[in-house]
């Protein structure tokens, strides 16, 4: 899977190498709809809103869909199910499906852990107005194309 096609994950993303892996199964129940069951892992880089500095976190963001391709079994669905709606070729769109999760698997705020953060909290708007230092080499991404090339579903 190409990159840019979770454009929208990568722009969250501080420069650093990134690794994305992803588990994914279908199950099917004669009790119930089908469903896409999966958790994301990996470890990528944000950047901490105290220090202003590369913090890498780690992601472990589970998932469960059930698979629906029309209003009527959408419908049938209890509330508070995640659901996903098939095409009109009966797939899914996994990219959609993984990007959504893994922005949803990010912190809403990143810091470094307590004790590994250079920065305080009062130090944030001063670090708005200087320049961030970038030593890291810039490699964006040469972990997560790889890891998402291997991104076909599973059956069991
Ligand atoms: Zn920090």
């Not at 969250?12 to 588990?23: H, M, Q, S």
């Not at 509330?79 to 993984?98: A, P, Q, T, V, Y």
């Amino acid at each position: 899977m190409a990159v840019e096609r979770v454009a929208r994950f990568r722009d969250l993303l501080a420069d650093g190498p990134a690794e994305v892996t992803l588990k994914l199964q279908f199950s099917v129940s004669p009790m119930g709809p089908a469903q896409a069951v999966g958790r994301l892992g990996g470890s990528v880089p944000q950047t901490c809103q105290r220090c202003l500095q590369t913090v890498m976190l780690e992601l472990d963001q589970p998932f469960r869909f059930a698979l629906v391709d029309s209003d009527r079994a959408e419908g049938k669905l209890p509330e508070d199910m995640d659901r996903l709606r098939l095409d009109e070729n009966g797939r899914i769109s996994l990219s959609e499906l993984i990007e959504d999760e893994l922005i949803l698997s990010l912190p809403q705020i990143p810091w470094h852990p307590a004790g590994q953060c250079d920065g305080q909290v009062a130090s944030m708007l001063d670090g708005l107005k200087s320049p961030v230092e970038e030593t890291e080499t810039r490699r964006p991404f040469s972990g997560l194309d790889a890891l998402l090339k291997n991104d076909k579903p599973e059956s069991d």
